[in-house]
């Protein structure tokens, strides 16, 4: 099956500065990934769509100068959380899709993020 | 504004009982849902998708689909301790493969 990688799985940063979340697809090629946000005992909320060499797409409500996103290659995509504050504090998840265009999404395993 | 509802529960069932977990969507153009299993801190992990009308089994898992209703389902059949996790419940969220709108997700729990 297809295996996404995140990294790391967890981050422990001060308020004020910016952290960067990794995702790797490693056995298959990701021209589209996923990141979404998870707060606690709650469902996934998609934060935004990472593109392969073009800008991410954005969902209502996500502020593109806070969250960062970077997919420099067929197999990475990067979210960085800039000037992060307590309430950034959550579960973030990253996913990929494969080029089949199938409509599954393989899910990283996450990275939980503490703002202190 | 598509919406997936899932009943929060807590649901609980005894070891070996089939558990029943019922999932609502709005949009009706949709045409494929996704059945994730997460375990507390973990990541979502895939079950089963569905995208057809009637009945889909993997093992102990199946998974219902009405388009008509909006409805779709998992039951999980001799149920075990293990299985004690949230189950999400996802459907199509614009027409870019992948992207996903969750359910808020319910509550499993299998008292042994």
């Known amino acids: 099956g297809a295996v996404v990688s995140q990294h790391p799985s967890r981050v422990i940063c001060k308020s004020g500065t910016s952290v960067k979340i990794e995702c790797r697809s490693l056995d298959f090629q990701a021209t589209t990934m996923f990141w979404y946000r998870q707060f606690p005992k709650q469902s996934l909320m998609l934060m935004a769509t990472s593109n392969e060499g073009s800008k991410a797409t954005y969902e209502q409500g996500v502020e593109k100068d806070k969250f960062l996103i970077n997919h420099a290659s067929l197999t990475l995509s990067t979210l960085t959380v800039t000037s992060a504050h307590p309430e950034d504090s959550s579960f973030y998840i990253c996913?990929?899709?494969?080029?089949?265009?199938?409509?599954?999404?393989?899910f990283g395993q996450g990275t939980r993020l503490t703002v202190v | 504004q598509k919406e997936v509802e899932q009943n929060s529960g807590p649901l609980s069932v005894p070891e070996g009982a089939i558990a029943s977990l019922n999932c609502t969507y709005s949009d009706r153009g949709s045409q494929s849902f996704f059945w994730y299993r997460q375990y507390s801190g973990k990541s979502p992990e895939l079950i089963m998708f569905?995208?057809?009308?009637g009945d889909k089994e993997d093992g102990r898992f199946t998974a219902q689909l009405n388009k008509a209703s909006q409805y779709v389902s998992l039951l999980i059949r001799d149920s075990q301790p293990s299985d004690s996790a949230t189950y999400l419940c996802?459907?199509?969220?614009?027409?870019?493969?992948?992207?996903?709108?969750f359910g808020q997700g319910t509550e499993l729990s299998v008292k042994p």
């Open positions: 996802a459907g199509p969220l614009g027409n870019q493969g992948g992207k996903l709108i």
């Open positions: 996913s990929a899709r494969t080029q089949r265009g199938n409509t599954e999404a393989f």
């Open positions: 569905i995208y057809s009308n």
